[in-house]
């Protein structure tokens, strides 16, 4: 069970979730492929032959940081609040309600539009403002904070809200969309 399933508040639901990009694999594995595993091999045929194990448990440490990487990461949009968590031994979270974002900002490069991932920085009431490198799909996760935010929901205790309740309840993965609010109130 991930931290963000473990830190859901009773009533609250996932709209959108995501992870950091594979891009976190590149370096390990080339320098695994390119660097290490040449030199294990070199050993295996000199008189080294003992020492062949260091550069290949060295190239498989790296790999396995990287899929830990990934794996810990987590970024999150509920019907209350964007949640988002890195690392294992060393963690760092942000929890931001709804109504005390102010912006969120998406940097892309070149190779970033090309395959899809970017840097997200969010705003939140007072200046604070958190910056998230290589984040998968990062115009989807704004999309999602932005749709639910306009569809009311998140809204503070005692505010009224634009959407009830039970129509706050989307599919993970998919952000709610103004056409999707208004289809279902039309069908009650």
């Known amino acids: 069970m991930s ?6 508040l009773p009533g609250e639901h996932l709209v959108y ?7 976190v694999f590149l370096v390990p594995v080339l320098l695994s492929i390119v660097v290490l595993l040449p030199v294990a091999w070199l050993f295996f045929d000199s008189t080294w032959r003992n020492y062949a194990w260091v550069p290949a448990a060295f190239a498989a440490a790296l790999i396995g940081s990287a899929i830990l990487r ?3 990461s987590d970024f999150a949009v509920t019907d209350r609040r964007v949640i988002m968590k890195l690392g294992i031994l060393s963690t760092r979270s942000i929890e931001l309600l709804l109504d005390k974002i102010e912006a969120i900002t998406v940097n892309q490069s070149l190779i970033g539009r090309l395959f899809r991932y970017g840097d997200i920085i969010v705003s939140g009431s007072g200046g604070t403002k958190e910056v998230f490198h290589r984040i998968q799909s990062p115009f989807e996760f704004r999309r999602a ?3 639910v935010t306009t569809a009311g929901i998140g809204l503070p205790a005692g505010s009224k809200s634009k959407v009830p309740q039970s129509e706050s309840v989307y599919q993970l993965r998919r952000p709610v969309s103004r056409e999707q609010i ?3 109130r039309l069908r009650q």
């Open 3 to 8: 931290y963000i399933d473990r830190d859901l």
């Open 17 to 23: 979730r995501t992870r950091l990009y594979w891009l």
């Open 182 to 184: 208004v289809r279902d």
């Open 70 to 72: 990934r794996q810990s």
């Open 145 to 147: 904070v932005q749709s």
